[in-house]
T-cell receptor
Framework: DGGITQSPKYLFRKEGQNVTLSCEQN?????MYWYRQDPGQGLRLIYY???????QKGDIAEGYSVSREKKESFPLTVTSAQKNPTAFYLC????????????FGDGTRLSIL | GENVEQHPSTLSVQEGDSAVIKCTYS??????FPWYKQELGKGPQLIID?????GEKKDQRIAVTLNKTAKHFSLHITETQPEDSAVYFC???????????FGKGTLLTVNP
């Protein structure tokens, strides 16, 4: 079955450490997105990529970085500059450029040690 | 920018009853309004969407209505079942880009 795979499901970060969240899709979708979800809040857009080797900042990009070297992969790095990284991170994809997120992965929960 | 308000934040119904969740948006340029269902520990699942040229859309027990003049849209679930229990999110997106602005969610509990 096609879908989005996020790993790991749970991740712990030490102070001052960078961590990378994986997102892989086998849907052959052009566009991919990263969202952050905090308790009792809606999803907020971190970064999005409409095509390989191109990505744009979302509403809360500070302290995060991404790459899009392959169509199926869109990893998110949470850097030490992100002072409040504890959250549920969701990766999403959509069929083509200009379309909105259609499929979501099951998320990675990041916590600070 | 766009602002989406969602009400109620929690909703409890008896199995078989109907459930209604309402959202308002601020940007008149928004033209796409999806609804997502999120089960515990899972990612959101797109369950229905509506575009601004349509007033109502149905899919089995689920329907969405849109009032462009009042800038609000609603999700209606009929004949609720325990498996409908989840958090539901509304969202809005303008024609000019593909950014979604989400509401804060409604926790729906369907009691057997």
């Amino acid at each position: 079955d096609g879908g989005i795979t996020q790993s790991p499901k749970y991740l712990f970060r030490k102070e001052g450490q960078n961590v990378t969240l994986s997102c892989e899709q086998n849907l052959n979708h052009d566009a991919m997105y990263w969202y952050r979800q905090d308790p009792g809040q809606g999803l907020r857009l971190i970064y999005y990529s409409q095509i390989v080797n191109d990505f744009q900042k979302g509403d809360i990009a500070e302290g995060y970085s991404v790459s899009r070297e392959k169509k199926e992969s869109f990893p998110l790095t949470v850097t030490s500059a992100q002072k409040n990284p504890t959250a549920f991170y969701l990766c999403a994809s959509s069929t083509d450029r200009g379309s909105r997120p259609q499929h979501f992965g099951d998320g990675t929960r990041l916590s600070i040690l | 920018g766009e602002n989406v308000e969602q009400h109620p934040s929690t909703l409890s119904v008896q199995e078989g009853d109907s459930a209604v969740i309402k959202c308002t948006y601020s940007d008149s340029a928004s033209n796409y309004f999806p609804w997502y269902k999120q089960e515990l520990g899972k990612g959101p699942q797109l369950i229905i969407d509506i575009r601004s040229n349509v007033g109502e859309k149905k899919d089995q027990r689920i329907a969405v209505t849109l009032n462009k003049t009042a800038k609000h849209f609603s999700l209606h679930i009929t004949e609720t079942q325990p498996e409908d229990s989840a958090v539901y999110f509304c969202a809005a997106s303008p024609r000019s880009n593909y950014k979604l602005t989400f509401g804060k969610g409604t926790l729906l509990t369907v009691n057997p």
